[in-house]
């Protein structure tokens, strides 16, 4: 095969590998782009050309990572990954850690380790990597990788979510909570709702989001129900759709734009946590985005013109 065949066939690990240390589709596509920019323009002739091409994607990926921490420092609110509808690596034998890896509450536990030690995590606990591959990836000795895996796994197992396993339950909580969420059922809402849920936003001060957290099932079930006809109303529809490999839906308006994009945390048969990203630089990659804003000004006019009905 031709090094250009290698790489389409090895691209979806190294899109992968990349989003799971970075946490950004763009991020990590980029990283993906300039690690055939320079396989295509050496001359080394690596007699693992996976292990070469995954060595590469994770130095670059570790460099655009320490960079991106200082601007998360400064984001507006809280920060969420870039939401993952689709992922295009399979492995059937590392199934499971592949669907853990990218979660949302997963991807949000590994910002806290260094980059080093996130880098090591991703390629020995979700791919398998030996210890040797991972050395030369990260430029460091066997020993200190093993010393780096022991500890984010530490770390890691200490704030691992853990989610339901079963896929046709969470499907079926999942359509039960949006279509209570689409008839402002707040009843039916509640039902579904851990007791200590909370819900989320990323707006990253580019889409309008609550500022903080709303905790517990009876103010999150009245905030959904609250403005969720009105949402509705407006022609705004929701596609269920596996966000980030757990439950979630696609907010589309009536001219098929992405206004936001919701996913859930599945615990115990209870919904532990709604996160939403308005931020339209996160939705992008997904398709066209909608004015957030004016849609937003559209249903606070909507909502005062229904209250001073008689």
Avoid at 55 to 71: C, E, G, M, N, P
Avoid at 160 to 166: A, I, Q, V
Avoid at 220 to 244: C, K, Q, T, W, Y
Wanted: with cysteine; aromatic share 8%.
């Amino acid at each position: 095969m031709t090094r250009a065949d290698d790489f389409v066939e090895l691209r979806p690990l190294l899109f992968a590998i990349a989003y799971r240390i970075l946490g950004s589709v763009s991020e990590a596509e980029d990283a993906v782009q300039d690690t055939w920019l320079r396989y295509e323009a050496s001359d080394v002739e690596p007699a693992s050309v996976k292990s070469y091409l995954s060595a590469v994607v994770t130095r670059i990926s570790i460099d655009v990572l320490r960079s991106a921490r200082v601007r998360r420092e400064s984001y507006v609110g809280p920060w969420f990954p870039e939401p993952l509808v689709t992922d295009p690596y399979e492995d059937p034998e590392r199934a499971a850690e592949l669907a853990d890896s990218v979660s949302m509450a997963a991807l949000l536990l590994l910002e806290r380790l260094s980059p080093l030690e996130r880098a090591v995590f991703v390629l020995r606990e979700v791919f398998g990597f030996d210890y040797d591959e991972i050395a030369a990836a990260v430029n460091r000795s066997e020993a200190a990788c093993r010393q780096l895996a022991a500890r984010s796994r530490r770390h890691m197992e200490a704030g691992r979510p853990r989610f339901d396993t079963d896929r046709r339950e969470r499907e079926e909580l999942a359509a039960r909570f949006f279509d209570a969420f689409r008839s402002g059922d707040v009843h039916g809402l509640k039902e579904l709702l851990a007791a200590d849920v909370q819900a989320v936003a990323d707006g990253g001060g580019k889409g309008p989001a609550f500022a903080r957290p709303i905790l517990g099932a009876d103010n999150v079930a009245r905030m959904i129900s609250g403005f969720s006809p009105l949402l509705l109303d407006s022609g705004v529809v929701a596609e269920l759709h596996d966000v980030n490999g757990q439950p979630g839906a696609i907010y589309r308006t009536p001219d098929g734009k992405i206004a936001a994009i919701i996913g859930l945390d599945v615990l115990d048969g209870r919904i532990q946590t709604v996160r939403t990203i308005v931020n339209p630089e996160k939705l992008e990659h997904i398709g066209p985005v909608a004015d957030v804003w004016a849609l937003r000004d559209a249903l606070v006019e909507e909502r005062k013109r229904r209250r001073e009905l008689p």
